[in-house]
């Protein structure tokens, strides 16, 4: 069975500093693997996801994800973050053949001015 | 398009009452599903419907009971609420064509407080 480890429970950024938030999964074969963020009091929104081929996956907002098979990784990040992305985010991932997904235990950004 | 839509947002029960949460998707989407999402432990799926006219446990079941109304709708129970069902819960669908790694779109919620 798959699993999903994100280490950081809590992040704090300053307002236009990078942002790398961390996700290690376990699956044996090729996972899919998905970035969702959840705004205060809101559902869940996909900011990206990573089938097969580029590595390196643009989502919205501006941010961005490597997989990195080596490490069994699939970090997210973006070069500035704004005050708007103040969030919890989640990292996901499915298998092959079916439609179930495993989430994180989410991270929980804080952006200061 | 609504999307994924939930009812209520709110609700708080007694222990022992029961109640249903409905959800309904206007995406024409095969697949749905149940979380609950409680602080520290992520999204966990309490049930899910990969097509009208099935329903599978997930990872957290007991005390849930689910009924896939149609493919729009996709209902879920407690027959008898107890304090450590207090979450909240989320809908989510999904275009569901087995191939796996699909893009689930959820609701917003339902806000539930178990006295």
């Known amino acids: 069975a798959q699993s999903v480890t994100q280490p950081d429970i809590h992040i704090t950024v300053s307002e236009g500093a990078s942002l790398e938030l961390r996700c290690n999964y376990s699956?044996?074969?090729?996972?899919?693997l998905f970035w969702y963020v959840q705004s205060p009091g809101q559902g869940l929104q996909l900011l990206l996801k990573?089938?097969?081929?580029?590595?390196l996956v643009q989502g919205i907002k501006g941010f961005e994800a490597e997989f990195k098979r080596s490490q069994s990784s699939f970090n997210l990040r973006k070069p500035s973050v704004h005050w708007s992305d103040a969030a919890e985010y989640f990292c996901?991932?499915?298998?092959?053949?079916?439609?179930?997904?495993?989430f994180g235990t989410g991270t929980r950004l804080t952006i200061i001015p | 398009n609504a999307g994924v839509t939930q009812t209520p947002k709110f609700q708080v029960l007694k222990t022992g009452q029961s109640m249903t949460l409905q959800c309904a998707q206007d995406?024409?989407?095969?697949?749905m599903y149940w979380y609950r999402q409680d602080p520290g432990m992520g999204l966990r799926l309490i049930y899910y419907?990969?097509?009208?006219?099935?329903?599978d446990k997930g990872e957290v079941p007991n005390g849930y009971n689910v009924s896939r109304l149609n493919k729009r709708e996709f209902s879920l129970r407690l027959e008898s609420a107890a304090p450590s069902q207090t979450s909240v819960y989320f809908c989510?669908?999904?275009?569901?064509?087995?191939?796996?790694?699909?893009?689930?779109?959820f609701g917003p919620g339902t806000r539930l407080l178990v006295l």
């Open positions: 989510a669908s999904s275009e569901g064509i087995f191939r796996g790694g699909e893009t689930q779109y």
């Open positions: 699956y044996g074969a090729t996972p899919y």
């Open positions: 990573y089938f097969s081929g580029d590595t």
């Open positions: 996901a991932v499915g298998a092959g053949g079916n439609e179930k997904l495993t």
């Open positions: 995406m024409n989407h095969n697949s």
């Open positions: 419907s990969a097509s009208e006219g099935t329903t």
